[in-house]
Protein backbone atom coordinates (compact mmCIF):
# COMPACT_ATOMS: atom_id res chain seq x y z
CA UNK A 1 0.00 0.00 0.00
CA UNK A 2 2.90 2.20 0.77
CA UNK A 3 4.46 1.27 -2.28
CA UNK A 4 1.42 2.24 -4.36
CA UNK A 5 0.96 5.35 -2.46
CA UNK A 6 4.73 6.61 -3.11
CA UNK A 7 5.18 4.65 -6.84
CA UNK A 8 3.86 7.55 -9.00
CA UNK A 9 4.70 11.48 -8.74
CA UNK A 10 1.26 12.56 -8.56
CA UNK A 11 -0.43 10.31 -6.55
CA UNK A 12 2.47 11.20 -4.18
CA UNK A 13 1.89 14.10 -3.70
CA UNK A 14 -2.04 13.80 -3.91
CA UNK A 15 -1.14 12.22 -0.51
CA UNK A 16 1.04 14.67 0.80
CA UNK A 17 -1.42 17.70 -0.08
CA UNK A 18 -4.04 15.74 2.20
CA UNK A 19 -1.65 15.03 4.64
CA UNK A 20 -1.42 18.95 4.56
CA UNK A 21 -5.13 19.55 4.64
CA UNK A 22 -5.61 17.45 7.82
CA UNK A 23 -2.87 19.01 9.42
CA UNK A 24 -1.42 15.90 9.83
CA UNK A 25 1.36 15.32 12.16
CA UNK A 26 3.30 13.49 9.61
CA UNK A 27 3.97 15.04 6.06
CA UNK A 28 4.77 12.02 4.28
CA UNK A 29 4.86 8.19 4.15
CA UNK A 30 8.33 6.31 5.02
CA UNK A 31 9.48 3.82 2.46
CA UNK A 32 11.77 0.86 3.77
CA UNK A 33 15.24 0.58 2.67
CA UNK A 34 16.14 -3.05 2.29
CA UNK A 35 20.04 -2.09 3.67
CA UNK A 36 18.54 -1.00 6.68
CA UNK A 37 16.11 -3.58 8.62
CA UNK A 38 15.48 -1.24 11.50
CA UNK A 39 13.60 0.91 9.28
CA UNK A 40 10.55 -1.73 8.92
CA UNK A 41 9.92 -1.00 12.39
CA UNK A 42 9.55 3.07 11.47
CA UNK A 43 7.90 2.38 8.46
CA UNK A 44 5.05 0.09 10.01
CA UNK A 45 4.54 2.66 13.20
CA UNK A 46 3.90 5.43 10.60
CA UNK A 47 1.46 3.13 8.51
CA UNK A 48 -0.80 2.75 11.22
CA UNK A 49 -0.28 6.47 12.39
CA UNK A 50 -1.30 7.36 9.08
CA UNK A 51 -4.11 4.68 8.34
CA UNK A 52 -7.13 7.02 8.79
CA UNK A 53 -5.68 9.45 6.21
CA UNK A 54 -4.46 6.23 4.12
CA UNK A 55 -7.71 4.88 3.45
CA UNK A 56 -9.44 8.25 3.16
CA UNK A 57 -6.78 8.98 0.51
CA UNK A 58 -7.27 5.40 -1.28
CA UNK A 59 -11.40 5.77 -0.85
CA UNK A 60 -10.76 9.19 -2.70
CA UNK A 61 -9.08 7.57 -5.78
CA UNK A 62 -11.39 4.67 -5.45
CA UNK A 63 -8.93 1.83 -4.52
CA UNK A 64 -9.83 -0.25 -2.17
CA UNK A 65 -7.69 -3.21 -0.13
CA UNK A 66 -9.78 -5.57 1.42
CA UNK A 67 -7.15 -6.07 4.43
CA UNK A 68 -7.90 -2.64 5.82
CA UNK A 69 -11.37 -3.34 6.97
CA UNK A 70 -10.78 -6.71 8.12
CA UNK A 71 -10.21 -6.04 11.71
CA UNK A 72 -8.41 -9.68 12.37
CA UNK A 73 -5.65 -8.35 10.05
CA UNK A 74 -5.55 -4.88 11.27
CA UNK A 75 -4.80 -6.15 14.89
CA UNK A 76 -2.07 -8.36 13.43
CA UNK A 77 -0.33 -5.58 12.24
CA UNK A 78 -0.54 -3.60 15.50
CA UNK A 79 0.78 -6.93 17.06
CA UNK A 80 4.02 -7.38 14.51
CA UNK A 81 4.30 -3.37 15.07
CA UNK A 82 4.34 -3.06 18.63
CA UNK A 83 6.90 -6.59 18.34
CA UNK A 84 9.22 -5.10 16.01
CA UNK A 85 9.54 -2.23 17.64
CA UNK A 86 10.55 -4.06 21.19
CA UNK A 87 12.74 -6.41 18.59
CA UNK A 88 14.55 -3.03 17.82
CA UNK A 89 14.94 -2.12 21.41
CA UNK A 90 16.50 -4.77 21.75
CA UNK A 91 18.56 -4.69 18.77
CA UNK A 92 19.85 -1.51 19.95
CA UNK A 93 20.64 -2.22 23.61
CA UNK A 94 22.89 -4.78 21.80
CA UNK A 95 24.91 -2.75 19.55
CA UNK A 96 27.57 -0.77 20.61
CA UNK A 97 31.29 -0.69 21.78
CA UNK A 98 32.28 -2.36 24.24
CA UNK A 99 29.43 -4.26 25.51
CA UNK A 100 29.96 -6.67 28.00
CA UNK A 101 28.69 -10.56 27.45
CA UNK A 102 27.09 -10.39 30.58
CA UNK A 103 25.05 -6.60 29.97
CA UNK A 104 23.88 -8.53 26.53
CA UNK A 105 22.89 -11.49 28.06
CA UNK A 106 20.52 -9.78 31.02
CA UNK A 107 19.52 -7.30 27.93
CA UNK A 108 17.56 -10.52 26.21
CA UNK A 109 16.97 -12.59 29.55
CA UNK A 110 14.87 -8.80 30.34
CA UNK A 111 13.67 -8.66 26.41
CA UNK A 112 12.17 -12.42 27.39
CA UNK A 113 10.51 -11.47 30.53
CA UNK A 114 8.97 -8.71 28.72
CA UNK A 115 7.41 -10.44 26.42
CA UNK A 116 6.46 -13.04 28.30
CA UNK A 117 4.66 -10.36 30.77
CA UNK A 118 2.97 -8.88 27.89
CA UNK A 119 1.45 -12.17 26.80
CA UNK A 120 -0.31 -12.79 30.09
CA UNK A 121 -0.98 -9.75 30.92
CA UNK A 122 -4.52 -9.41 30.73
CA UNK A 123 -4.11 -5.30 30.22
CA UNK A 124 -2.00 -6.18 26.42
CA UNK A 125 -5.17 -4.85 24.73
CA UNK A 126 -4.44 -1.14 26.31
CA UNK A 127 -0.90 -0.67 25.31
CA UNK A 128 0.96 0.14 22.00
CA UNK A 129 -0.29 0.06 18.76
CA UNK A 130 -2.53 -3.12 19.46
CA UNK A 131 -4.71 -1.32 21.97
CA UNK A 132 -4.60 1.80 19.71
CA UNK A 133 -6.05 -0.41 16.95
CA UNK A 134 -8.83 -2.37 18.93
CA UNK A 135 -9.48 1.09 20.10
CA UNK A 136 -10.35 2.12 17.01
CA UNK A 137 -11.81 -0.84 14.99
CA UNK A 138 -13.24 -3.34 17.42
CA UNK A 139 -13.57 -1.92 20.88
CA UNK A 140 -11.33 -3.15 23.70
CA UNK A 141 -11.22 -6.59 23.89
CA UNK A 142 -13.70 -8.64 26.34
Known sequence: IVNSIRAKALQHRLFKSLLDELDSVYGDLILHADVRWLSRGKVLQRFLDLLPEIISFLKSRNEEYEQLSDDTWLLDLGFLTDLTA?????????????????????????????????????????????????????????
Do not use: W, Y
Open 86 to 142: KLNDLNRELQGKDRELGHMISAVEAFKGLLLDDAESPSLQDTGSLGLLQLRHCGPVA
